[in-house]
């Protein structure tokens, strides 16, 4: 066994083998539990407003009885949800999940086409819409089969200041582009309404549906994963078995600066610590920079999570480093690759080493995370598989490849989903008939047990028959001096079939093509060096400040074709 699983023998102590998913019916049992021993402790805060677990109790009981008792949805209905990180989102989150409701995340910042594609999808019959993004829905919602919309504002539930940040939105930021959505009703009054009704408890079982989370939007038309509570369950006690003893119970306070509607946070931010009755701090809009570091240095945290443009950006942002740090014992990266030159300005800054880990969203999303024991140190890999989760690399044909052979990573455990909503045919593509998922990811397991990803399978570049993967272009090109950000695709040539461009943005504006090249040099071989450097102000990124190398690609197809 030990043979085929090498990972084992490097388990930190204490970690075990397999988790028991029978420990939790569902996860509104993992929330009943949490409401019930943490009562009194702080759960969410937003814009310096916090709800204890009591409170969050109260509130999303009468959302749910407001769902059930005066819309008259059932179990199994599918309800979007469309706002960033206020407390109004965990509230309308677990109200739905108790309810029995399957919840479908969606992204705030999707335009009209994306936003229609989801409601009818998903067929979802309501939704909870923040101001800001109702005129979206305004546009879309006649076409869809949408027939209750609850909206909110972004301070609705913070009290007197949150009178003056919603004039501010709207009056003195003119955030809330003009909507008409004659028959929605305010949050708060649904919150009232349902404070009249009984909370529901419908029977939920490991198999049914918690979660519709919309994935492959940037590699065409977006597929709804679903995912169980047997599956949240899993990665809920996975990850934190894996984490042991450096979580302590009713003491965390986490940053959540990704959106709770993007799985990562979902899942680790919201769920994970919730069952430890950690404090999640929800970070309404991470890309106001000093906004976001000013609040930081008026909380004492204990953990944080990001993608390495987060990390990046904030390592750069003025008086980030007069925060105190010393509270800070886990920092999470994941959702993209970790380059080593942030991870390390990271550590040196804050003292605590940046942990990288691994998953997608097909998988709950948690499938590898680094050791978490003192002295760790960033490795370059994204870590071992976590308890009760295989891994194996695999050819195109699904064979299992040998230990340090390169080839697909796949990914098997009871965090996997049940499927894509409604599609069979793109099901069976990724998901093999004994239960591996395929990640278009391409990596490689040592002796260890440790995996590293080589690349995506759609994003390697051929120069002359080698292999060049990006990761390694951007990573080097990270380490030269004054670069901020960088993206790298293959683009065509006529001698070697493609060669390496790099998108560039400068931290400091005196770097030239020339200095860079030169850099490039000493570090990369010839056919792996960058033949086209482009200079950008910035780089287009997902919602979660992933760098899309897809639309750089694009956008020279598209100007190829003129």
Request: aromatic fraction near 8%; include cysteine; proline fraction near 6%.
């Amino acid at each position: 066994m030990s043979n085929q699983r090498p990972w084992l023998s490097h388990y930190p102590d204490g970690v075990p083998e397999e988790i028991d998913i029978n420990q939790y019916s569902s996860v509104v049992a993992v929330l009943d539990e949490a409401f019930e021993r943490y009562r009194q402790r702080v759960a969410f805060t937003n814009f310096g407003k916090g709800l204890t677990y009591g409170e969050i109790d109260k509130l999303s009981a009468q959302f749910a009885g407001y769902l059930t008792g005066e819309l008259k949805l059932s179990k199994g209905d599918r309800i979007a949800i469309m706002m960033p990180n206020v407390l109004q989102y965990p509230i309308a989150l677990f109200g739905a999940l108790r309810a029995g409701m399957i919840v479908v995340n969606t992204n705030p910042l999707y335009t009209a086409r994306e936003l229609k594609h989801q409601l009818i999808d998903s067929d979802a019959q309501a939704i909870v819409v923040l101001d800001n993004f109702a005129a979206t829905l305004q546009q879309v919602v006649a076409e869809t089969g949408v027939k209750h919309i609850i909206t909110t504002g972004t301070g609705d539930l913070v009290g007197l200041k949150g009178a003056v940040i919603n004039f501010v939105v709207k009056h003195v930021k003119k955030m809330i582009p003009p909507y008409q959505l004659p028959h929605a009703v305010r949050f708060e009054e649904a919150l009232r309404r349902g404070a009249s009704h009984p909370l529901p408890k419908p029977t939920v079982v490991h198999d049914d549906v918690a979660f519709l989370q919309y994935t492959g939007g940037t590699t065409g038309v977006a597929k709804g994963a679903m995912l169980t509570h047997g599956n949240m369950i899993a990665n809920m006690l996975q990850a934190g078995a894996w984490f042991g003893s450096k979580i302590k119970p009713g003491e965390e306070t986490i940053i959540t600066a990704l959106p709770l509607y993007h799985i990562f946070a979902l899942t680790c931010n919201c769920f994970i610590f919730l069952r430890f009755g950690g404090r999640s701090v929800l970070i309404t809009n991470p890309r106001d920079m000093p906004a976001f570091v000013k609040e930081l240095k008026s909380i004492r945290f204990t953990a944080i999570t990001g993608v390495n443009t987060l990390f990046n950006g904030l390592l750069n942002t003025p008086g980030f480093d007069e925060i105190d740090f010393s509270p800070l014992r886990m920092s999470f990266g994941g959702g993209m690759a970790v380059q080593r030159a942030v991870a390390e300005r990271w550590e040196k800054l804050t003292g605590c080493a940046l942990i990288e880990g691994y998953g997608m969203t097909e998988s709950s999303p948690v499938a590898t995370i680094n050791p978490m024991v003192d002295g760790a140190r960033f490795n370059g890999s994204i870590g071992l598989p976590i308890p009760s989760t295989s891994i194996s690399i695999q050819d195109e044909d699904g064979k299992q490849l040998a230990l340090g052979e390169v080839g697909e990573i796949c990914i098997q455990g009871p965090q996997v989903m049940k499927g894509y909503w409604n599609q069979p045919g793109e099901t069976a593509k990724v998901l093999s008939p004994d239960g591996w998922l395929r990640t278009g990811d391409i990596g490689r397991i040592d002796d260890s047990g440790f995996v590293y990803i080589v690349d995506r399978k759609k994003d390697m570049i051929l120069v002359s028959g080698f292999n060049v993967y990006p990761n390694e272009i951007e990573d080097i090109v990270m380490k030269c001096p004054g670069v901020a950000e960088v993206a790298a695709i293959g683009i065509p040539d006529e001698h070697s079939g493609e060669v390496v461009k790099i998108f560039v943005v400068r931290k400091d504006p005196a770097l030239t093509e020339e200095k860079l090249k030169e850099y490039c040099r000493e570090n990369l071989t010839g056919y792996k060096r960058p033949k086209v450097i482009e200079f950008r102000d910035a780089l287009p990124k997902s919602n979660v400040g992933k760098i899309l190398r897809r639309e750089l690609r694009d956008e020279k197809k598209a100007v190829a074709a003129h």
